[in-house]
C-alpha cells in the first residue's frame, strides 16, 4: 500500500475508487472495500481510497472537539491491510469544501484515472453536497465511469457507522463498539513516566501517551489485551482521573497494568485492546482499599476467554 498526501503524487491509469473519511474502518466500510478490492483486482486495476484530515465537520461545522477511532496512519495501515493499493489523505480544507462536485470528479479523473466510483447510499461530495447519487451518476455519463452504489450495513438492528461507534465508545460499551467494528478498540502510544505509584503498591502500570484527537472510553476500569513488541497479554487498565490520589483536577489518562510482566516499557509504542468494562472509576477511602479492587480487576481480566482472545463476538 501507498499513502499519499496528494492527487499529484499519484501515477494515473484505470483505478476503482471510494471516497470517504472511514473513520476506524469499521464493518460497513469492510463490506464496501472488499468488494471495491476484489473486483478491481480481478480487473488488474487498482483499488484506491480517497479520504481526508480533519473530518470535514470541523471546516464546514467549526467542530473544534472533533475525535476520532483512528488516527490518519492507522488508518490507512488498515485500509492497506484490507488490500486497497493506494491511500490518498487529503487536508480538508475551506477551499476544498467551496470545491463543485464536477471539479472534484475532473480531479480524481485526471489525477487517478478513475474507472469505477463505489460510494455508500447517503454518500454526496462538492459544495453543499451537491454531488449526491443522481449527480454523480450524470457526472458518470461525462467522464466515463460506473458508479457502484453499496447498501447499508445493518448490526445489532442499527445502520453501522462511524459515529455509532464513537459513541459506544465514550459511553464505555467497547464490548458493542468491538461487534460494530470487527476488531476490538485499541488505543496506542509510547510509555511515558507517570507518577510511579503504581510501584509501590507492587502493581506496576504503563502510563501511554495518547493521541489527544483520540476517542478515549468513558473513565473506568477494562479488562483487554497489551501489545508490545509483536506479543500479546492479558492486562488491565485504567482510564480516568485517579480519583483516590488526586485532589485537582487533572487530564484523563490511561495507565495499564500487563499482567505477569515486569519489564521497562520507557520509550516503547504499546496499544491496549479494550475487551470488557470492569467498573466504574471511584473513590476509595483507603490505598489498601483499592489495591484489593485492583486485585479483584485483575481476577476478571484472567477469566478473558479464548474467543475473547480472537476477535470479538460478531453478530450474523
Given at each position: 500500500?501507498q ?6 503524487e499519484?501515477q494515473?491509469?484505470?483505478?476503482w475508487?471510494t471516497?470517504?473519511s472511514?473513520d476506524g474502518v469499521?464493518?460497513?466500510?469492510q463490506?464496501?472495500?472488499k ?10 486495476s487498482r ?7 480533519p473530518h470535514?465537520s470541523?471546516?464546514?461545522?467549526a ?8 488516527s490518519?496512519?492507522e488508518?490507512?495501515?488498515r ?7 493506494h491511500?490518498?489523505t ?10 463543485s462536485a464536477h471539479?472534484?470528479i ?18 454526496a ?5 451537491e454531488?449526491?447519487?443522481p ?6 455519463d461525462?467522464?466515463g ?12 438492528g442499527?445502520?453501522?457507522?462511524s459515529?455509532?461507534?464513537?459513541t459506544?465508545?465514550?459511553k464505555?460499551d467497547?464490548?458493542?463498539?468491538a461487534r460494530?467494528l ?21 502493581i ?7 493521541w489527544d ?14 501489545n508490545?513488541?509483536g506479543e500479546r497479554r ?5 482510564v480516568g482521573?485517579r ?12 495507565e495499564i497494568?500487563v ?7 520507557y520509550?516503547?509504542t504499546?496499544?491496549f485492546?479494550?475487551?470488557?468494562f ?5 473513590k ?5 482499599a483499592l ?6 480487576d ?5 477469566e ?7 476477535t ?5
Open positions: 500500500m499513502h499519499f498526501n496528494s492527487l499529484d499519484v494515473p491509469g484505470n483505478a475508487v471516497i470517504g472511514f469499521h464493518r460497513g466500510h463490506v464496501l472495500l468488494g471495491l478490492i476484489a473486483q478491481a483486482h480481478a480487473a488488474n483499488a484506491a481510497v480517497v479520504t481526508f484530515f470535514p470541523v471546516v464546514l461545522r467542530n473544534t472537539n472533533a475525535v476520532y477511532l483512528t490518519p496512519q488508518r490507512a495501515r485500509l492497506g491491510a484490507l488490500g486497497v493499493d491511500v490518498i487529503l487536508e480538508f480544507t475551506q477551499k476544498l469544501a467551496e470545491t471539479d472534484f475532473a480531479d480524481l479523473h485526471t489525477g487517478l484515472g478513475m474507472s469505477h466510483l463505489w460510494v455508500g447510499f447517503n454518500f461530495l462538492g459544495r453543499g453536497r454531488g449526491d447519487i449527480a454523480l451518476q450524470r457526472l458518470g461525462v467522464f465511469f460506473e458508479l457502484h452504489v453499496i447498501p447499508p450495513f445493518e448490526a445489532d442499527e445502520i453501522v457507522s459515529s455509532l461507534i464513537r459506544c465508545v465514550q464505555g467497547v464490548t458493542r463498539a460494530l470487527g476488531r476490538w478498540y485499541a488505543i496506542e502510544g509510547p510509555v511515558v513516566p507517570g507518577d510511579g505509584r503504581g510501584r509501590t503498591i507492587r506496576p502500570t504503563a502510563n501511554l501517551d495518547v484527537k483520540q476517542v478515549m472510553p468513558a473513565n473506568g476500569v477494562y479488562a483487554g489485551w497489551a508490545i513488541s492479558l492486562a488491565v487498565t485504567n482521573v480519583p483516590t490520589f488526586e485532589a485537582q483536577p487533572v487530564k484523563p489518562r490511561a497494568h499482567l505477569d510482566f515486569d519489564q521497562d516499557l520509550g516503547k504499546v496499544s485492546e479494550f475487551v470488557r470492569l467498573r466504574g472509576e471511584q476509595f477511602a483507603s490505598v489498601e489495591v484489593a479492587q485492583i486485585h479483584q485483575i481476577q476478571k481480566t484472567r478473558l476467554t479464548k474467543d475473547e482472545h480472537r470479538p463476538d460478531l453478530p450474523a
